[in-house]
């Protein structure tokens, strides 16, 4: 069931429909979860859980794409994107974070902010200052506005 291979190979890791696994997956590619993991995935590549799948424990990879159901602290590298039927309780530390509309998130991110800027943003020299170009107020004498 477990499959080492590395991220670009094709290669997946399945948990399939109605396996129940205890324990730790380490791997290289992707790990498409369909069934019940108690435990910890850590990987290098990509983690699917599928409508049916849950994990309790601990993901560590460099995605995940879930719809299903996630109790766990959730490390990623690059981002996790929850679908219309994920949950997701727990943990979460990545710098991207997607969620479609349905989807459910309970607990505290970390999302790599280090701190709050003290002043705002410079814009850039191509971008000109909107305040300065407004127009100005004018007032019409003897005329009715039609509103």
Sequence with gaps: MKK??????GNITLLAKG?????EIKVEGTVRIDGRLEGDVYTKGQVIVGEDGV??????????ISSGRIKATVTATGKI???KTAILIGE???PMML????????????MEV???PEEAPRVPNNVRDMNAHRGKAIALIGREVDL
Excluded: P, Y
């Excluded at 080492?4 to 190979?9: K, N, R």
């Excluded at 396996?19 to 324990?23: I, T």
């Design 81 to 83: 994107q929850l679908l």
């Design 55 to 64: 994990v309790k424990g601990t993901i560590h990879a460099d995605s995940l």
């Design 92 to 94: 979460v530390h990545c």
């Design 19 to 23: 396996v129940e696994l205890k324990g």
């Design 4 to 9: 080492t291979g590395s991220v670009d190979d």
């Design 114 to 116: 280090t701190g709050w």
């Design 99 to 110: 969620m479609e509309e349905g989807a459910k998130f309970q607990g505290v991110s970390d």
